[in-house]
């Protein structure tokens, strides 16, 4: 019985020795789900990669040193776009969640990927959640839409990328030792998102205080579970002059973030507590704005339309990431000139992504002026 190239690699990254081969030549053999026969129609194929990260990463929840992400390439009329899904535990997904959707997902039954309505319907219908996978197609095509029209995204929506927010630069959990380290080396940051969520959340925001006087932002991640905690917590954080506070609490007790809500003097903004255009209205009592992130939206298109929406419930926004390449960081900065503020910083915690194309300018994530996101593979 012999074995196809499809079965082998499907082997390949499930084994030791396949995930060894397939991370060394990654891009000569693709893995693909489209029928090896085909000859019209769209052709989707992904790629595992692992992102290294700079330091141990450490929120409320958890704790890693690595990260996988999938990037999906949408192939058509001799032109690619490149999607990628950085997948999180929090929202049900990991890399071989990811690949299973992607396996789900037949292009071929379409020859234009400028239907991008229809195709992303499609997509969407597969299978409820797997949004970071879905989100890898979205950002695909419309890399793939930019590249076969030879204009960068921010382009093609009207937008000034030179009115990109100052991003935030995020500083996860640590000794308060280590995370005042932290702060020094970032130094290039104009603002901080400081993780918080643990026991020790005065003695850090102290030894925060001690090393800088810049615009603090503050991540609890759903971490204080009594709203009585909560507010205690709040306080401290304004009589520290924090900017506003993501996601107090957990996104099943949104009753109890509308109690802190009329009772804190900074804005609250959810993070965990929205996904989709679908959340923005039961959550608009309880929340002053929203961290949108292409992960966990489905990518650029539900992003779009959650932006709008926001905009109509008089919301703030912000635009976020979850650990990702420059492709991922490169799809939200292109829609970043819609909103208030960013938090595009994925790419910057990493030490060997495999793309290039954004510039860090003053302290704003801004995308690259080539076609679609405007990305290139980094040389070697
Ligand atoms: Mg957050």
Redesign the pocket.
Known sequence: MGISRRNFLSAAVTTGVGAAFMKRIPQIFPHTNAKEAAVSGIKLTYRRYELKLRHVFT?SRSSKTVTPVIFADVTADGITGTGESSPNARYHEDASTVTAFLDRIDLSRYDDPFEREDILDYVAGIAPENTSAKAAVDIALHDWAGKKLGVPLYKLWGLDRNKVPVTSFTIAIDTPKVMQDKIREAEEYPIY?IKVGLDNDAEIMKAVREVTKKTLRV?A?EGWKTKEVALERIKMLQDNGVEFI??PMPAAQLSDIAWLKERVGIPI?A??SVLSLYDIPKIAEAFDGI?I?LMKSTGIREAMRMIHTARAFKMKIML?CMIESSVGISAAAHLSPLVDYT?LDGNLLITNDPYTGLTLKDGRVIPGDGPGLGVVPREG
Do not use: A, L, P, S
Request: charged share 55%; net charge negative.
């Open positions: 929120i998102k991540d991640n993501e996601q903004m993070d965990e961290n992130k976020g938090d």
